[in-house]
């Protein structure tokens, strides 16, 4: 058995399909090796010192918005398979929640998030990088029935913030991290040769 926890690091634009492919490697993993699912997005700053109107106004397509040097010093302690205490975020209150979630030792640890191979002490720290590939097109289109259906966003809202931050964030800080990852899925999940390829190199690695 590794004494280091294997760490891939997945990323990709908003609404690519990280989620889905972290799933899937998480479901095949699971019943043969400990594995984790992290999400960069648990990660954004604790704003309880600013009031409710300045938090709203925070750009959370930018590489600031998150405390990377907490991401990094719990990757650093998963990949000992290490006890880490994880943060959570609380969406409608704009800051971080009250709640912790504690993380055991891993064989496997899932990175998922829009900037995992931008911020380099975070790819440092990730055995396999992946870039999720998806036509903006349709990640947009994704990213708009999601904001609706599930977070009682506007259609003028979503609109709005795409046009503002996400995609000119995306093709600021993601689109260029592309040229770090090891291996790039287009079209996310439903990708299945090249999901099923990435299981076999992550298997041969965390076997050895």
Do not use: W
């Not at 870039?131 to 979503?158: A, C, H, K």
Request: one cysteine or more; charged letters at 30%.
């Amino acid at each position: 058995m590794r004494e280091q926890a294997v760490i891939i690091g997945i990323a990709g634009g908003s609404a690519s399909g990280k989620t889905s492919i972290a799933k899937q490697l998480y479901d095949y993993f699971k019943g043969h090796h400990k594995v984790k699912i992290i999400r960069q997005d648990d990660y954004y700053k604790d704003q309880s010192h600013l009031t409710f109107e300045q938090r709203v106004k925070t750009n959370y397509d930018h590489p600031l918005a998150f405390d990377t040097d907490l991401l990094v010093m719990h990757l650093k302690k998963l990949k000992n398979k290490e006890r880490i205490e994880k943060p959570t975020y609380d969406y409608t209150l704009h800051t971080r929640s009250q709640v912790t979630e504690v993380i055991e030792g891993r064989d496997v640890i899932i990175l998922e998030g829009i900037f995992v191979l931008a911020e380099p002490t975070v790819r440092e720290l990730c055995d396999i990088l992946v870039y999720v590939d998806t036509d903006s097109d349709i990640r947009f289109i994704r990213r708009l029935r999601r904001d609706i259906e599930e977070r009682g966003r506007s259609l003028d809202s979503v609109c709005q913030q795409y046009l503002k931050t996400v995609r000119p964030m995306h093709e600021q800080f993601i689109e260029p991290s592309k040229k770090y990852a090891h291996i790039i899925i287009p079209e996310g999940g439903s990708n299945h040769v090249a999901v099923d390829l990435l299981m076999t190199k992550i298997k041969s690695i965390v076997d050895e």
